[in-house]
């Protein structure tokens, strides 16, 4: 689906040993830093080409944040740690325990004072194969300067996705449920909670279990409103052919303002969604089940369906230039049978030109 208007293209892509879960960038573009399933975090120079590790983590990388002060990275993997790292040079500046389970998502502050990560593991709870109760909280908070945790808050797990408001003083987490809760950090106290069906699935066909939920949410550029998404409803859920779906809340009330138009989407499950610089447009990407597109740019005002693409591949993150003209991807690709006892490359991340 392409009108005339705002493009997205891609112009250079660097391949990496294993797939990209998750990307940062300094303001424009020069390093790139992507985790990924390897536990590897590497920083990319988009003008060499060259790839350096900034460290391993055990099990796979899940999250990677850039500071703004430009010098540090924070990464969280499925060991359930967060680590800190320099850019620079690599070396560890020093490790957090955040859980006893996987970190599913983190993110950071846009004024760096905060990072929050999120956890959680699907166990049945009852007859109604709902969740069991949390083991350990599901939302920590933590100062990025000096790695103390500031806040745990409880949720239903698995909570998947995490946002930090910009001037971190309010947390908002999603989880498999498709409930969203939002604290105020600083007193842990609850301020909002909603819960919305319309991205969680039921399945009976091969198995009895839940699945999708809510796989990234950010606050809107003025604060007011949470954006969510990730994949409708589906009668097999093992099937992955939900509606490519995004919602948009006033996360006072948890009133639903809008969400993906009918008839500009097709179906698959979206992983990321970012907000232009501008706040203007925002990207929604991820799989590619039936459609035409697995990445697409939409209008902030009207949600209309602006631009879009198929991309190829899964896409598990995407973030802007800090000037909104490029767009960097991080891709996961399908594993290939090896050759002559050598795996292909299966992670990318490209760069792709925006112009509105």
Not at 203 to 211: D, F, M, T
């Amino acid at each position: 689906m392409s009108r005339t208007g705002p493009k997205i293209a891609r112009l250079r892509e660097f391949p990496l040993p294993a797939p990209v879960l998750a990307l940062d960038s300094t303001p424009e573009g020069q390093t790139l830093i992507a985790a990924g399933q390897d536990g590897v975090v590497s920083a990319i120079d988009t003008k060499t080409g060259v790839v350096r590790s900034l460290g391993r983590h055990p099990s796979y990388a899940s999250g990677v944040a850039l500071l703004p002060e430009g010098k540090t990275v924070i990464s969280g993997g499925y060991d359930g740690v967060l680590r800190w790292h320099n850019l620079q040079t690599g070396a560890a500046i020093r490790e957090v325990t955040a859980h006893r389970f996987w970190s599913w998502d983190m993110a950071v502050s846009a004024n760096g004072s905060r990072v929050a990560s999120v956890t959680g593991r699907y166990e049945v709870g009852g007859y109604k194969y709902e969740p069991a109760p949390e083991t350990e909280p599901s939302v920590k908070v933590f100062e990025t300067a000096t790695g103390r945790l500031i806040r745990e808050l409880p949720h239903t797990p698995p909570t998947q996705a995490v946002a930090l408001s910009a001037d971190g003083l309010r947390v908002a987490a999603g989880n498999l449920m498709g409930e969203v809760r939002v604290w105020t950090v600083d007193d842990g106290r609850e301020i909002s909670r909603w819960r919305n069906d319309d991205l969680t699935s039921w399945g009976v066909i091969k198995s009895h279990h839940y699945l999708g939920g809510i796989f990234d949410l950010t606050f809107s550029p003025d604060g007011l409103e949470i954006y969510v998404c990730g994949m409708g409803p589906m009668a097999d859920p093992m099937a992955g052919n939900g509606i490519q779906r995004w919602q948009r809340f006033n996360w006072k009330t948890g009133k639903r303002l809008d969400q993906t138009h009918e008839g500009e989407s097709g179906q698959g499950l979206m992983e990321t969604l970012e907000f232009h610089p501008s706040g203007r447009f925002f990207v929604m990407a991820g799989r590619l089940f039936q459609g035409t597109w697995n990445l697409a740019l939409f209008e902030t005002a009207t949600g209309r369906n602006l631009f879009s693409i198929d991309a190829k591949h899964r896409i598990t993150q995407v973030r802007f230039s800090a000037d909104g003209t490029q767009l960097f991807v991080a891709k996961a690709k399908g594993q290939e049978k090896p050759k002559a006892g050598l795996w292909k490359e299966s992670g990318l991340v490209e760069i792709h030109s925006v112009t509105l």
